[in-house]
Nanobody, 113 residues
Framework: QVQLVESGGGLVQPGGSLRLSCAAS????????MSWYRQAPGKQRELVAT???????IYANSVKGRFTISRDNPKNTVYLQMNSLKPEDTAVYYC???????WGQGTQVTVSS
């Protein structure tokens, strides 16, 4: 059974940084692309970033140059390093496994002074 567990969310001031982690179990992690989505209050869930099995990263225009997705295959973990955070980055961030259509439970990120 696939399980995705996010961690690392919290409250941060504008311009600050956070690193989200998503630990996966129940899969051969290195065989799957992984994604991060986010959903702000009253808005649709949107794709933030994807990393392929070949470590190719794809980003939403809104986070390019500020966010970095990475993976550690031996640890079965995908990360989202978020720098220069803005209030509009406030959302629940979800880890997603496209190959199995599996979601994590989400972690709240709040950017506010």
């Amino acid at each position: 059974q696939v399980q995705l567990v996010e961690s690392g969310g919290g409250l941060v001031q504008p311009g600050g940084s956070l690193r989200l982690s998503c630990a996966a179990s129940g899969i051969s992690f290195n065989m799957y692309a992984m994604s991060w989505y986010r959903q702000a209050p009253g808005k649709q869930r949107e794709l933030v970033a994807t990393i392929t099995t070949m470590n190719i990263a794809i980003y939403a225009n809104s986070v390019k140059g500020r966010f970095t997705i990475s993976r550690d295959n031996p640890k079965n973990t995908v990360y989202l390093q978020m720098n220069s955070l803005k209030p509009e980055d406030t959302a629940v961030y979800y880890c997603f496994l496209p190959g199995r259509s599996s979601w994590g439970q989400g972690t709240q990120v709040t950017v506010s002074s």
